[in-house]
């Protein structure tokens, strides 16, 4: 991604998309965009719902950012306000709190974001606050917690998905936001892989954070993020580890050896920043509910900015139990639902899929999409979508 000036721009050529392997050469057929035809097609409506107002507290959900179905069908959500990992039946109906607010075992801080795995026959989630790894078995049971063993040490670290029995992490020996106005600052992560117990088998690669500018305005300093300052993505299937580096259409494939095997790339168009910039701005400032964060955000915004010249192709990856790889492009504030490009194992593209509105994906399976939405009345929600390959009954 290059910085530029606002009202600086050039067309680019759009790539032939390809895979690079280890030892051939394999050629995805060209995306068209908004005209590609939908690989998978979901159900019309959700094949189950957790999340309701009118029916206790445990059916009533705050800042889920992670959920995640089991084998058997039941549900783990991370409801982060509360501090609690709560298991759902594949009806919907609650089970237990397999955690709470606090620091003993199988506990998260109040400002932990709760991001639950399946690992093996277990759930993980990140405690970052308390420097560990939180686990559990299927029926909500906490089982001994893990401390990752960086190489060398470090202060923190933060578990990006797992890889059969590895788990892939970043740390970093320095997280602390610190500055002078104006300064562009970034913290770098050292991604590796490491075993069930937690021990570093191998390093991947080291990686800076999103960038942020430190910013002074009305006698206080914060570190907001440069808009469309692109952020590293993994995701990871059972044997293979994927990368978006820099925010353009190139994925990059590891081995858990941690060596190089192959990259992809398909044909995503780009959106400039200058072309939005002006409404993208609007928009989130009306996004902006406190008035004290609307005025930091309207004069941090109305800097020159070192904005980059595209857009970020993708917010998030997913990989399917079939090695599908599922990117979920960039969502700019107007549009009412994401898409996902999807990817075959090989590399090749398979076409896009739109989904439901207001519709986060949390994790894509052999047949369902799993993801948090908000209803009509902006109540918080975990949905359950049917999913069937385009031409099966």
Not at 137 to 159: E, M, R, W, Y
Not at 258 to 281: F, H, S, Y
């Amino acid at each position: 991604m290059h910085a530029v000036s606002l009202g600086v721009s050039r067309p680019i050529v759009r790539r032939v998309s390809c895979l690079v392997a280890s030892l051939a050469l394999f050629c995805a057929p060209p995306v068209a965009d908004a005209q590609s035809a939908a690989p998978f097609r979901l159900s019309a409506a959700p094949i189950l719902t957790i999340g309701a107002e009118d029916k206790g507290p445990a059916y009533q959900l705050d800042r889920v950012y992670g959920a995640v179905r089991l084998p058997d069908g039941r549900i783990a959500v991370g409801n982060s306000s509360t501090g609690e990992l709560r298991l759902y039946d594949a009806r919907g109906s609650f089970l237990t709190s397999a955690s709470r607010r606090g620091g003993g075992p199988g506990e998260f801080d109040e400002t932990e974001a709760i991001f639950p795995r399946v690992h093996g026959a277990t759930v993980v989630a990140n405690d970052m606050s308390h420097a560990r790894v939180n686990r559990y078995d299927f029926s909500g049971k906490v089982l001994p917690q893990l401390t990752l063993k960086s190489i060398p040490g470090a202060v923190q670290s933060v578990l990006d998905a797992t890889a059969g029995s590895h788990l892939i992490a970043r740390a970093t020996a320095s997280p602390r936001l610190q500055g002078a106005a104006g300064q562009r600052i970034s913290t770098r992560y050292r991604f590796a892989v490491y075993d069930s117990t937690g021990v570093q088998r191998a390093a991947l690669f080291e990686l800076p954070s999103r960038e942020r500018m430190v910013h002074a305005f009305g006698g206080s300093m914060r570190f907001p993020f440069i808009p469309f300052s692109p952020e590293p993505i993994v995701a990871a299937s059972t044997d293979k580890i994927y990368l978006i580096r820099d925010g353009t259409p190139t994925i990059e494939v590891w081995s858990l050896a941690a060596k190089r095997i192959g990259t992809l790339t398909w044909n995503a168009r780009p959106v400039e920043v200058r072309d939005i910039w002006t409404r993208w701005r609007q928009a989130e400032l009306d996004g902006e509910t406190r008035q004290t964060s609307k005025l930091f955000y309207e004069d941090f915004l109305s800097e020159r900015l070192p904005l980059p010249k595209f857009v970020p192709v993708a917010e998030a990856m997913h990989v399917d139990p079939a090695g599908r790889i599922w990117i979920v492009r960039t969502r700019l504030p107007w549009e009412p639902a994401r898409r996902c490009d999807v990817l075959d194992a090989a590399g090749r593209f398979l076409g896009t899929v739109a989904l439901p509105p207001n519709f986060t994906m949390l994790q894509v399976g052999a047949d369902f999409l799993l993801g948090r939405a908000r209803d009509d009345d902006d109540v918080e929600q975990v949905q359950l979508y049917r999913l069937t390959p385009v031409g099966a009954r």
